[in-house]
């Protein structure tokens, strides 16, 4: 390595670092804020009550459907239903409404029930806390190892610092918990396939395509990330191929058990009311569908026609460029508005942003020709979006209506910064540019 590149790779691990301090500052910050309040008699403890730390007995020791006295949180339904696959019974099936929520046993996928069918035999309680644990896992497993890939594995504790206190000191973040939902594989999932387009690729694929799987409204970010970043990478590298040929294949192996979870799936598509800070509830229901369907052929269109005006569509080192430069703002565009698009966007859904945590941090260091105020703004937005997400004070009552428009406006924000990313001058390398970051 010359004395120059050295020079240039001290620059950038400076720059990263800067970045990185104010980014962990003020996530770390957002989340102990109300903490301050709650223990040091600044407001009334009454009105924290969501931000306590649940005794677990507390979210654990709850009843598992058709038994008395609740009918049980979220997670229950996969419990059951890796019950009854365990005993050789039906797991999809039509159901009285007033022994269930909805009309359906199971309305997840098939591959759900299989791999949780260790599960079944558990006693609830304990399945309960070995699922939220396993979805903290995933999320913190997939972030150190994107970090420490970038070499900036040093930043992992910061990260992890703010994830857990995000999980355990936020409404919304307990809330996950306390329903035993998800939203942390989707938040996998989302970590995995912006990782996917580097080194290694096959091994991302696979687990971007297995989280997913088990968060199927995750499919939809995926999917359209991978529209906007494959061609970007190269569709002649077969790898690439890999992530939608997973899911695909998963589906042809459960392909008998598919066809009876797709009515459960589409009766719960089809039959739910507006929940939450949804899209719909403040705009036209197509329109809000869209969103993110508008976000991804504007990015590729102004992508490619930026690469087409340059006459480098056809330079490989280029292309990454672009596709490392547009990483975390494409990223955080397509989840916001993928997982508030739908009617129920209950609060734990939120918690899947917290797979962009680790793609931001990278991006913020990585960007160094990137004017520094635009990189802090950045973060400093995400961290502000992430702050009402998770109902931190002064936000702990804010309207869903007006939370839907702000995660919608941030949005928009970061959408129009990828489309002007393209445009900034790409760094000039003498050989083919190395392998892009986890953030890409």
Known sequence: MSESESAARRERLRAATSANKLFVLVAVGAVAWPLVFHYSGLAPAERLKGLTYPALSGY???????????????????????RHLNAGEPVYFKVLRGKWRRRWSSTYHPMVHWLYLPMAVI???IALALHNLGGMAIVLLSAALALRRAGSLWAFPSIAAAFGAAMFLSPTGLLHLERGQMDLFAAGSFIC?????????????????????????AWIFVGFYWIVAAPLWGLRDWRVWVLPAAIGLANLVFLSEVKEWIPAFMYVAENTSRAGPSFTRVLPNSLAHALPFVS??????????????RNQWQDPAARRQVLERISFPLAAVLAIQTIGATPVTHDYRLVALLGLLPALAIWCGREERLAAWLRY??????????????????????????????????????LVLTLYLPFRRLREAASPVRSLSPST
């Open 296 to 309: 991804t052929f504007l990015v590729a269109a102004v992508a490619w026609g930026v690469l087409f005006w």
């Open 60 to 82: 654990l020791y709850r009843q598992t459907p058709g038994q008395k006295p609740s009918h049980g949180i979220d997670f229950s339904q996969i419990h059951l239903s890796a």
């Open 377 to 414: 703004a950045v973060a400093l937005g995400y961290a502000f979006v992430m702050v009402v997400a998770f109902r931190i004070p002064p936000f702990l009552h804010t309207l869903y209506v007006d939370v839907a428009w702000l995660l919608i406006w941030a949005s928009v924000v970061l």
């Open 193 to 217: 396939v912006i990782a996917m387009f580097g080194p290694r690729m096959v091994g991302w694929a696979l687990a971007a395509a297995l989280f997913a799987t088990l968060k199927v409204s």
């Open 123 to 125: 006693p609830f309680p």
